[in-house]
């Protein structure tokens, strides 16, 4: 069993290939987190999180404040193309529409993490006039930690009705492609050689009630085929 310690010893990288391959490293990483800039949605997507806002980027970044002044920068040049909408909600519609509550996450390492930069900003009360974002940053408070952000902004669609269009239209962006991916494929199933003659518009409704809908929980009344097949996914 000599020999084994030894040859281990062997094949240990000198100080001078570890510093190499940690450089190189970096360097794969500042290659991808440098994509961020190139688009306001990542940090639009955690400054709008009604428990986050601002408080994770000024932590994550706290040596960093020119880094901090470019989120600024491409949240504001959104915004800017949001503020000047008309008003998308207004009272008296939307009335019956109430989001589904998603069920409370099991508690883990990672959420413990994201918990130490929820906001713990007191809240104040302001006017109604002036800016909705540079206003709804002003009235940072407490929320609860398993806080829904859809269902948050749902119940200020009519205190902030431009500022919640850009929220919800940031949040529902998916982060990641393995759903559209399987929609894709869901999509390639149904559009069979034998179903060839099938107009785009029929492929659209049925992926929407099978992929989002019914997933979501809203339809419960639906007892069709659908239902059952998304059952088995």
Same mark, same amino acid.
């Given at each position: =069993?000599?020999?084994?310690?030894?040859? /281990? !010893?062997?094949?240990?990288?000198?100080?001078? %290939?570890?510093?190499?391959?940690? *450089?190189?490293?970096?360097?794969?990483?500042?290659?991808?987190?440098?994509?961020?800039?190139?688009?306001?949605?990542?940090?639009?997507?955690?400054?709008?999180?009604?428990?986050? /806002?601002?408080?994770?980027?000024?932590? !994550? +970044?706290?040596?960093?404040?020119?880094?901090?002044?470019?989120?600024? %920068?491409?949240?504001?040049?959104?915004? %800017?193309? +949001?503020? %000047?909408?008309?008003?998308?909600?207004?009272?008296?519609?939307?009335?019956?529409?109430?989001?589904? &509550? /998603?069920?409370?996450?099991?508690?883990?390492?990672?959420?413990? +993490?994201?918990?130490?930069?929820?906001?713990?900003?007191? !809240?104040?009360?302001?006017?109604?006039?002036?800016?909705?974002?540079? /206003?709804?940053?002003?009235?940072?408070?407490?929320?609860? &930690?398993?806080?829904?952000?859809?269902?948050?902004?749902?119940?200020?669609?009519?205190?902030?009705?431009?500022?919640?269009?850009?929220?919800?239209?940031?949040?529902?962006?998916?982060? =990641?492609?393995?759903?559209?991916?399987?929609?894709?494929?869901?999509?390639? *199933?149904?559009?069979?050689?034998?179903?060839?003659?099938?107009?785009?518009?029929?492929?659209?409704?049925?992926?929407?009630?099978?992929?989002?809908?019914?997933?979501?929980?809203?339809?419960?009344?639906?007892?069709?085929?659908?239902?059952?097949?998304?059952?088995?996914?």
């Amino acid at each position: =069993m000599a020999p084994i310690p030894e040859a /281990r !010893a062997d094949r240990t990288p000198e100080p001078a %290939q570890c510093r190499t391959n940690i *450089n190189f490293a970096w360097v794969k990483l500042n290659k991808y987190y440098s994509a961020i800039d190139q688009s306001p949605v990542y940090y639009a997507a955690t400054v709008l999180h009604p428990a986050i /806002r601002w408080d994770f980027l000024h932590r !994550a +970044y706290r040596e960093r404040p020119d880094w901090i002044g470019k989120a600024q %920068q491409l949240i504001d040049g959104l915004w %800017q193309e +949001y503020k %000047q909408l008309p008003v998308q909600f207004e009272r008296g519609n939307y009335d019956q529409l109430r989001p589904i &509550k /998603r069920a409370k996450e099991v508690e883990d390492s990672f959420s413990s +993490y994201l918990d130490s930069f929820k906001s713990t900003t007191t !809240a104040r009360l302001e006017g109604n006039e002036g800016d909705e974002l540079d /206003r709804w940053l002003q009235l940072a408070g407490p929320i609860e &930690k398993d806080c829904d952000p859809f269902l948050y902004w749902f119940n200020k669609r009519f205190e902030y009705p431009r500022l919640t269009r850009m929220a919800i239209d940031i949040l529902s962006v998916p982060p =990641m492609a393995a759903e559209c991916e399987r929609v894709f494929s869901s999509c390639g *199933n149904m559009v069979s050689a034998k179903r060839c003659r099938l107009q785009a518009e029929t492929v659209v409704v049925t992926q929407t009630v099978r992929s989002s809908w019914l997933k979501a929980g809203l339809l419960d009344d639906y007892d069709g085929l659908l239902k059952d097949v998304v059952a088995k996914e």
